[in-house]
């Protein structure tokens, strides 16, 4: 089997350098990793007026990057897996609709089918954009900007993705994370935050999935206070081919919160999708786990992996 691609795309605002060091190179168990940004994200190009965050732009965006660094025979002769986290995981899914040709698994983390915040920080300012006007707007720029050009703030921002914040913002490695990104998240744009929030609000994938023929992993925390449980389940019942993995006492971020059986679960899902040939003689631990036994709480995630709800939600 070759070698699979692992084609990142990160959540809202964020960098391409927001995946940490750890989060690398557990991924590398798996394949090469390629990280893209979401359109209108640095280092893309920002928002030009009288442009959208729309369905044609995302195709134009992800078909870009991918040329850019990939060369054609690679995409067309080796499995191609698209992970995306948050608003990069609609936009993953929505992109593998529409380019089944060349992706072979879908990995979303906290995605959902739409574009619509709900319960979270972002709703208030999805929701002032649609009803406050250009006062809308300029509050999410300024919120934006106060929330990505200043630690300290980005810290509370983050504090509120996690189950257990005190204890994932007091690891050294978290630290080390927020210094290589937060040069990058700076160079965002924010003053086009506004209108990339007020399109995601009509960003609606939900009939292109049904018709999503490629195996998805949908894998969120059940802590999640940016996207509601139900959410989920809708996402889940909305794909044809999915399998759904809720971590217990895990935030929005699960892969950052609860690294070892996130990769434990992961490897799962490549299993079942055909695409753990290559990673099978690869190393499964992660950088943190020492050799042991799995613990019984893991075990028994691994054996009650909550299976593929129908249509109708049973």
Known sequence: ?????????????MPVSSW????????RQFGDCVTLSLPGHYPQPALQEGQHYDKALVLES?????????????????PVVLFGHSTGALTALYYASQRQSIISAVIS?????????????????????RYLGKF???LTNFSTSIGTRYASTHRLVMKAAFHNPDKVLADDDFETAMADYIPDLKKFDTSTAGRILRD????????????????????????????????????????PDATLDLIPDTGHLPFVEETQR?????????????LAEWAESQPSL?????????????RAALRSRTRKFSASGS
């Open 20 to 27: 940490s060091r750890e989060t690398l190179r557990n991924l």
């Open 109 to 129: 983390i906290g995605g959902t089918v739409d574009g619509r915040e709900e319960e979270n920080v972002y709703y208030w300012n999805q929701l002032g954009t």
């Open 286 to 298: 992660s950088v943190k786990e020492s050799a042991g036994s799995m613990a019984s709480r893991d």
């Open 136 to 138: 809308g707007l300029l």
């Open 62 to 78: 992800i078909d870009r990057q991918l040329a850019e660094h990939l060369e054609p025979e690679q995409l067309a002769s080796r």
């Open 262 to 274: 996130f990769f434990r679960l992961m490897r799962v899902f490549m299993q079942q999708a055909g």
């Open 200 to 239: 995601l609000y009509h960003f609606d994938a939900k009939a292109e999935l049904k018709r999503l023929h490629r195996p998805v992993w949908v894998c969120a925390g059940e802590e999640d206070d940016f996207v509601p449980e139900r959410r989920t389940r809708q996402l889940v019942e909305t794909l």
């Open 1 to 13: 089997m070759q070698k699979p691609l692992i084609v990142l795309l990160p959540g809202l605002f």
